[in-house]
């Protein structure tokens, strides 16, 4: 039972990393990556409301430091 649970873990693992990858292709042309994007979106999807690293960080499970740099790459 312990084998089949992992398998289907690393295939979930495996699944997120190539959707990244290719979102990686898809945003390039905008000057984004997969996890910029990302934080830009949730941004885009609170019109008016002030949203803090706090909140990115308990949606995404990102450490604040990353999203801190995140932060100072889209203002760039």
Same mark, same amino acid.
């Given at each position: 039972? #312990?084998? @089949?649970?992992? =398998? %289907?873990? #690393? !295939?979930? +693992? +495996?699944?997120?990393?190539?959707?990244? /990858?290719?979102? !990686? =292709?898809?945003? *390039?042309?905008?000057?984004?990556? *997969?996890?910029?994007?990302? %934080?830009?979106?949730?941004?885009?999807? &609170?019109?008016? !409301?002030?949203? /803090? @690293?706090?909140?990115? &960080? +308990? *949606?995404?499970?990102?450490? =604040?430091? @990353?999203? *801190? =740099?995140?932060?100072?790459? !889209? +203002?760039?």
């Amino acid at each position: 039972m #312990w084998e @089949s649970e992992e =398998r %289907v873990l #690393w !295939n979930i +693992k +495996k699944l997120g990393m190539g959707i990244e /990858c290719l979102l !990686n =292709r898809l945003l *390039a042309d905008m000057g984004l990556t *997969a996890s910029r994007g990302l %934080v830009l979106l949730f941004i885009l999807e &609170h019109p008016g !409301n002030t949203i /803090c @690293s706090t909140e990115i &960080h +308990k *949606a995404f499970g990102v450490a =604040r430091p @990353s999203l *801190a =740099r995140t932060a100072t790459e !889209n +203002k760039e």
